[in-house]
């Protein structure tokens, strides 16, 4: 049984960064396709990021790229989302995913594992 544990969430003004950790126990994380997904208020959880088991690949949702970067240190157990040039759209609770069913997952229905999620807020 895999367990996630986002942190790094916080209050930021735009054009701020965050970066947020997820740190996995309880499984091989090598094994496992990692994703961040967000969601806001009255809105569907969305895939913003996703990486492949070695880190050699990454997903970034058309939103995001440019200013959101996906990386994993497999040592470590955890999967990092750095957020630079952050808008107040961003805001929202984002939650780290991990499955290994495959070898990269952007959809949420392919994970079978989640965190309980971490709020970032963007002020304007």
């Known amino acids: 049984q895999v367990q996630l544990v986002e942190s790094g969430g916080g209050l930021v003004e735009a054009g701020g960064s965050l970066r947020l950790s997820c740190a996995a126990s309880?499984?091989?994380?090598?094994?496992?396709?990692m994703g961040w997904f967000r969601q806001a208020p009255g809105k569907e959880r969305e895939c913003v990021a996703a990486?492949?088991?070695?880190?050699?690949?990454?997903y970034y949702a058309d939103s995001v790229k440019g200013r959101f970067t996906i990386s994993r240190d497999n040592a470590k157990n955890t999967v990092y989302l750095q957020m630079n040039s952050l808008k107040p759209e961003d805001t929202a609770v984002y939650y780290c995913a991990g499955d290994s069913s495959r070898p990269l997952i952007t959809t949420e229905v392919g994970y079978g594992y989640w965190g309980q999620g971490t709020q970032v807020t963007v002020s304007s």
């Open positions: 309880g499984g091989t994380f090598s094994h496992y396709a």
């Open positions: 990486i492949n088991r070695s880190g050699g690949i990454t």
